[in-house]
């Protein structure tokens, strides 16, 4: 039986935020400010505000159906599913032009803020060369990190606040005068469709929404926060530019933030201008390379685009044909086009896409579906909707010929495109032609089980894993085994797409997992299964753990200690540090558990030790076990004396264990090295139980470097084991779950 895969969801409320601002502030506001003053004179502070005004129906439209299909997939799966593979075509043709053709102005116009500090033979030239790298890292899968992406937002709002703060007493009243332009409504209306684009990135989270953590709450409120901080930031912003700088210098004017830091602040304050715009324009133009290239996947495993578009590297895992097309189509545009004509024509794809968003949600509100149940509605409904749709309408019969013609041309080309091509492949009618099936299996729980998760990385050690957490489960009666398999997948794939090329990796994690079941049902446990496809695997199965309340996590290990940033290894490390439950970490050795012995003092963790060792023997028949215990040689303290001692240790854990004392051996050694002593006698056995360490004097450890040593070098199965203890997690750890505990 085939187990569904779970996308990994990671991204919470400051994510979405970071990457939704992270798109947005780019281009918008280090390139258009002087272009869209040229049309609409200091009017242009109004067509900021108004296209920001203008993208909130699409906002909502997206929140809405982002939480009714969290794992579609983005704005074109919305609209080819609510209105049909013909407005499907048009919508992702027309998506990831708009993309190409952002990522474009974003290399142009950082070449030119470039410019404005060093010597560059070719902006064009340049902006290629930057380009083709973008290009090599998306097709190599070079990780890019959401902590990458937050800490860029937070530099670039601190640099463009500070410009902000200390330029508005600079602002001169007559440079707002006269406020618009000759042709006052086409100038404004023609500036506010060149400054959309500024906005396309609120929308961008569509695309991931697969991966957000309670789309309900922080995709909309995500959407909102993003769209509102960057509009307040861009009307400062433009406020200030406006106030400072000559209208004619400003007008036109390929890197006006440059212009109107320059006579105030000097060179200092240009540098950190040209910082601000690289940060912003490169990081959008590899955005627009990463996410352009995931439309032309998604049209063709709908089969509106040729299969070879939607091929994933075998090696890489990354679409490397629609990144070669994107990155490509993207220099073309580079070379071929002037800066002002790229961003009008963006901005005309971008309205026909919020157009048909806005279409897409009254189709799907008034065919009443089913399964059609967002966690988030729409306010005023339709009403906000019908505005997206007319103001749109009105906007694109306001901008120039080149953009108009290239709207008009995505609509008529991709309708042409559809029913030469796509029609005769696809048998889908939109949602009132096909139905949506989208269930889910709900068992109604019995009690509350024990829950114990095993992450599964390959099929050696399976057996003896699946056996242990048995061991553990089989003294709670109600229980279950819970197993977990991570795909991971680079930043430049969807999880969606990996979902659907990779057949094969597929193919091996459900046999895994399939494995996983005959071997707890043979043990006589039920089982169930994660098949998860994520981009951190420690992440991934910590989600499993704090959803599935786990009381136990069992985790293999190779007993190799690491010597850089990760000391038991990356996977390893963080949910060692972070589960709430207890951890068992397992080097296995044998298949079979055989005499084992539990290594005890007067450590917190000395009971759960003996308890999951008594567990261990009582699944093996014939197995026996012994409590061991080092005692340290003392002055006046007599070898009598401290075998007495241990021997008390001992029988006090084994009682608070519950074990009676015809349940075990005693064993208590004499040494001066506790190491050696321990290594030594664990060589004796074919199971070695030991408790993590809670006091621990060295940096580089997490469950002690006795344990880890033990763990490192005894050549049996060692079993090292922590129980839940809220004391190892900072008063800062405590009071950020308690606050953001909705977010997780």
Request: aromatic share 6%; net charge negative.
């Amino acid at each position: 039986m085939a187990h569904k895969q779970e996308l990994q969801r990671e991204l919470g409320l400051w994510s979405i935020i970071a990457i939704s601002m992270g798109a947005m502030i780019g281009s918008g506001i280090f390139i258009l400010p002087g272009l869209a003053m040229a049309e609409a004179g200091p009017a242009v502070i109004l067509a900021f505000i108004l296209a920001a005004v203008l993208v909130v129906p699409a906002a909502v439209s997206i929140a809405e159906l982002g939480t009714a299909m969290p794992e579609a997939g983005g704005d074109y799966v919305f609209i080819e599913r609510g209105m049909g593979p013909g407005a499907g075509t048009i919508a992702g043709l027309g998506t990831w032009l708009m993309l190409m053709f952002k990522g474009a102005l974003a290399l142009v116009g950082g070449m030119f803020y470039l410019k404005a500090v060093m010597t560059l033979p070719s902006v064009e030239a340049v902006a290629v060369v930057i380009g083709t790298i973008l290009i090599a890292v998306n097709v190599f899968g070079v990780k890019q990190t959401g902590g990458l992406q937050t800490v860029m937002v937070i530099v670039m709002v601190l640099i463009l606040g500070g410009f902000v703060s200390v330029s508005l007493i600079q602002v001169e009243n007559q440079h707002y005068q006269p406020f618009f332009a000759d042709d006052a409504m086409g100038g404004l209306m023609t500036a506010t469709a060149m400054v959309l684009v500024s906005y396309a990135g609120v929308t961008k989270v569509a695309a991931v929404a697969e991966e957000i953590e309670d789309p309900g709450r922080n995709l909309p409120l995500g959407l909102l926060l993003s769209l509102g901080v960057t509009t307040l930031l861009y009307a400062l912003i433009v406020f200030v530019l406006v106030g400072i700088v000559e209208g004619e210098a400003l007008a036109g004017s390929n890197i006006p933030m440059v212009d109107a830091v320059e006579p105030f602040f000097g060179f200092g304050g240009v540098v950190l201008i040209v910082v601000a715009a690289m940060l912003a324009l490169i990081s959008t133009a590899n955005a627009g390379i990463l996410t352009a290239s995931r439309y032309p996947f998604a049209l063709s495993r709908d089969r509106l685009l040729p299969e070879f578009f939607g091929r994933v590297h075998e090696g890489l895992h990354t679409p490397v044909v629609a990144i070669l097309i994107t990155g490509g189509a993207m220099l073309a545009i580079i070379v071929f086009l002037p800066v002002e004509e790229i961003a009008k024509t963006a901005g005309s794809f971008q309205i026909i896409v919020y157009i048909l968003v806005n279409i897409a949600l009254i189709a799907f509100r008034t065919s009443n579906l089913d399964w059609y149940n967002p966690e988030f509605k729409s306010p005023l409904y339709p009403g906000i909707q019908i505005f997206g749709i007319i103001s749109g309408v009105a906007i694109l019969t306001q901008m120039d010929t080149l953009p108009l013609v290239g709207g008009v041309g995505i609509v008529v080309g991709g309708t042409l495109f559809y029913l030469l091509y796509g029609k005769s492949r696809v048998d889908r009618e939109g949602i009132i032609g096909e139905a949506l099936a989208m269930t889910m299996d709900v068992e109604a729980p019995v009690g509350r089980p024990y829950r114990v998760v095993v992450p599964i990385a390959k099929r050696e050690g399976i057996r003896g894993l699946i056996q242990i957490a048995a061991a553990s489960a089989a003294p709670h009666g109600n229980a279950e085994i819970i197993a977990v398999n991570v795909i991971k997948v680079p930043d430049q794939t969807s999880l969606t797409q990996e979902i659907e090329s990779e057949v094969e990796r597929m193919n091996e994690q459900q046999e895994l997992l399939e494995e996983a079941i005959a071997i707890s049902e043979e043990l006589g446990f039920s089982a169930r299964v994660h098949p998860i496809v994520g981009r951190d695997i420690s992440g991934a199965i910590m989600h499993v753990i704090e959803e599935e309340e786990a009381d136990e996590v069992i985790l293999g290990w190779k007993g190799e200690r690491k010597r850089r940033e990760n000391i038991l290894g990356s996977i390893i490390d963080p949910i060692v540090q972070e589960a709430r439950c207890e951890v068992t970490l397992v080097k296995l050795r044998h298949e079979t558990i055989g005499d084992t012995v539990a290594f005890i003092n007067d450590g917190p963790y000395a009971a759960v030790t003996v308890r999951r060792a008594a567990e261990l023997v009582a699944s093996e028949e014939g197995a026996s076990l012994t409590l061991a215990n080092v005692e340290v040689p003392t002055d006046g303290v007599s070898d009598e004396e401290l075998t007495q001692r241990g021997v008390d240790i001992i029988d006090r854990v084994a009682a608070e264990a519950d074990l009676e004392p015809g349940d075990y051996q005693t064993d208590v050694i004499i040494s001066d090295d506790v190491e050696s002593a321990l290594l030594k006698k664990a060589e004796d056995f074919r199971t070695v139980c030991i408790g993590a360490t809670q006091s621990k004097r060295f940096e580089r450890v997490l469950f002690g470097a006795i344990p880890e040593k033990i763990g490192e070098e005894a050549s049996g199965t060692v079993v090292i084991v922590q129980a839940e203890d809220l004391s190892r997690r900072s008063i800062w750890t405590v009071l950020r779950e308690r606050l953001f505990r909705r977010e997780r």
